[in-house]
Every structure is written in structure tokens, then in C-alpha cells.
């Protein structure tokens, strides 16, 4: 069965710090998917990835395909960035439409 | 941009009362999919529909039914509303994956969400 992981669940950290939230998934992928929800619920896609690393602004995200593991970073970070984190596979086995969802990870950045 | 509604932000209705959530979306997408989303369980599939007049069960279907008459529209049905449905209900959006080719995004947008109250 495929279970993506991530950690940690609750994050808190003052303004400035470099974040770090992992994510581990069980089966081969296609895709691997950073999204981000603020409160009131609305979801946004802020990276897909298959392989090696991307980066928008100060948000970078990386995927280590072999040992099935991504990372989100968030360098100098902000009280505005304070939102829920999900990472998403999109597994090979499955077919290539659905996605798999963490649990999400709960960032606040105190100011 | 890519843009996808939902009928309601909030929602309260009655135990045994048949529910519709409708979801549109603008962009000529060929997948719509519908989610609930639930603290410490995350986002769990409900339906996921390829196509007008397809659908596919997704983890998680019972008590529930959907409807995609029209390539835009998406609807899920509450045949009878429980207290367990009580949750926040998300649609997204995407493209069939891979029609764009290796460097297509093929991303899920998603709705502003509908936080559905069952009394």
C-alpha cells in the first residue's frame, strides 16, 4: 500500500529561521507534489517535482528518488508563511491521475 | 488563471437530508476529483471522474454519489446526510496527466473548499 509521510505534523518557529518539513513516500512515483493551505481552506500547488530540486522565491523543494524522500525548505521565514504544508504522490502503480496526501505539516512562524 | 468554484463556503443541514456540492471548473480540464479533508486524517478521495459520464470510486465512496453530465461540472450527492459527513469537502481540477508531454505541470487545482455542518 502507498503511505506518504511526513514530518514533522506541528512546526513553530520565529521569524527568520530556516524551515524544514520532510516527506516520505513507500512506491515508485511519477510525481511528487508540494501544496500549501491557508486558513479558510483554499489549496495552492507550489511544486511538482520528479527529480533533483526547484526553487521559487525563498521556498526550494527536493526529491531524492531512490531513497523516496522530498524536502521542502523555507529560507528567512516570515509570519506570512504560517499556513498547513501537504505533500502529495502521484504513483506510478496507481495509474497516473490520482494522488496520494500526507497528513500535512502545521507551520507557524511567530514574528 | 485556472479557476475553480464551488457552490457553497458553508454549509448546515439536517440528519437524512440529501445533499448536492457542485463544482465547476474553467479551464477545460478532463479530471475533477472530490475530496473530504478531515484533522489528522488529511485529504482522502472521495470520486474522481476522467471524463463526462465517468466516474471512479475513490478510498473512501460510501454514503456518497456524483454526477458529470457536463465536462466543467462535478457534483457530489449526500443521498442522506450523516453526522459523520460533518467535514470540509474539496474539488480539484486537472488535465489528463502527460497530454502536454514529460514537462507538463499537471497539477490539481483546487476550490475554495465547502465546510459542510451535519446537525
Known amino acids: 500500500k502507498n503511505e506518504v509521510e511526513q514530518s514533522p505534523q506541528n512546526l513553530t518557529a520565529q521569524e527568520g529561521e530556516f524551515i524544514t518539513i520532510n516527506c516520505s513516500y513507500s512506491v515508485g512515483i511519477s510525481a511528487l507534489h508540494w501544496l500549501q493551505q491557508h486558513p479558510g481552506g483554499g489549496i495552492v500547488s507550489l511544486f511538482m517535482?520528479?527529480?533533483g530540486k526547484k526553487k521559487h522565491g525563498r521556498l526550494i523543494a527536493t526529491i531524492n528518488i531512490q531513497e523516496k524522500h522530498s524536502s521542502l525548505h523555507i529560507t528567512a521565514s516570515h509570519p506570512r508563511d504560517s499556513a498547513v504544508y501537504i505533500c502529495?504522490?502521484?504513483?506510478?502503480?496507481?495509474?497516473?491521475?490520482?494522488?496520494?496526501f500526507g497528513q500535512g505539516t502545521r507551520l507557524t512562524i511567530n514574528p | 488563471d485556472v479557476k475553480v468554484t464551488q457552490s457553497s463556503r458553508y454549509l448546515v443541514k439536517r440528519t437524512g437530508e440529501k445533499v448536492f456540492l457542485e463544482c465547476v471548473q474553467d479551464?477545460?480540464?478532463?479530471?475533477m476529483f472530490w475530496y473530504r479533508q478531515d484533522p489528522g486524517l488529511g485529504l482522502r478521495l472521495i470520486y474522481f471522474s476522467y471524463d463526462v459520464k465517468m466516474k471512479e470510486k475513490g478510498d473512501i465512496p460510501e454514503g456518497y454519489s456524483v454526477s458529470r453530465e457536463k465536462k466543467e461540472r462535478f457534483s457530489l450527492i449526500l443521498e442522506s446526510a450523516s453526522t459523520s459527513q460533518t467535514s470540509m469537502y474539496l474539488c480539484a481540477s486537472s488535465f489528463i496527466s502527460g497530454k502536454w508531454g514529460q514537462g507538463a505541470r499537471n497539477e490539481q487545482f483546487f476550490g475554495p473548499g465547502t465546510r459542510l455542518t451535519v446537525l
Open positions: 502529495a504522490s502521484r504513483p506510478i502503480i496507481q495509474g497516473a491521475q490520482k494522488l496520494v
Open positions: 479551464m477545460d480540464h478532463e479530471n
Open positions: 517535482l520528479s527529480s
